[in-house]
């Protein structure tokens, strides 16, 4: 059986809305020019419809590096059910909003939380170092990590689960914004991809879902 479409699986409406809050978060970006680096890469609209679609394989390994400074893979997971939530820590809004409700789900499943492994990719490698990483996650869930690497594995891994991210243009300061889209994304303890969570999934939802992926 397919992965999925959303994992609560509630159908055309919910493709509905999520295509519309996607796409809504996602507006600025569309119209804002990339780096030329990224300009092969695919558009924002075709990375958010392979997935909501589920038009071809969704996920895979990926070899970054954590916030204190250590290698870790997926294999690192294996035997958790992993949450992944693609961000940066100059996020203004939309991720910490997110990292918040990973972080209270974590914490309604008391105990049953300790077979879940919540993961921060950051979008913006070139300032998420690790030690900007190690200070951003002591806002969040404990057991938060939060991983960074070079930017063509950051591009890599975001590319195998359909992320759209893309720095705009700076402002006359040198600062900048990622515009990305916002899902969260679940992967079983297999390592395999299980379905995505859209932008705005309430604590208590995501911990429904995470418990349907736990053995009763």
Known sequence: MRAARTIDETGSRCFRVCTALTLTCMLIGTLVPGRAEEASNP?????IEALLENREPIGGP????????????DADFRDKVVLIYFGYTHCPD???TELQALSLALDML???????????????PERDTPSQLAEYVTSF???LVALTGPHSAI?????????????????????YAVDH????????????????LPPGTPPE???GIVKSQLPE
């Open 181 to 196: 889209t916002g899902f969260i994304y679940l992967v079983g303890k297999d390592g395999h991809y299980r379905g995505f």
């Open 94 to 96: 939309a991720c910490p």
């Open 141 to 143: 869930h404990p057991r």
């Open 43 to 47: 558009s924002a609209t075709a990375l």
């Open 205 to 207: 939802q995501i911990v």
């Open 155 to 175: 591009r890599k891994v975001a590319l195998a689960y359909k992320v759209y991210f893309a720095r705009t243009s700076p402002a006359q300061n040198g600062d």
């Open 110 to 124: 008391g105990t049953e939380g300790n077979a879940v492994q919540p993961i921060l990719i950051t979008v913006d």
């Open 62 to 73: 990926f070899d970054l590096i954590d916030q204190a400074g250590r290698r870790r893979t």
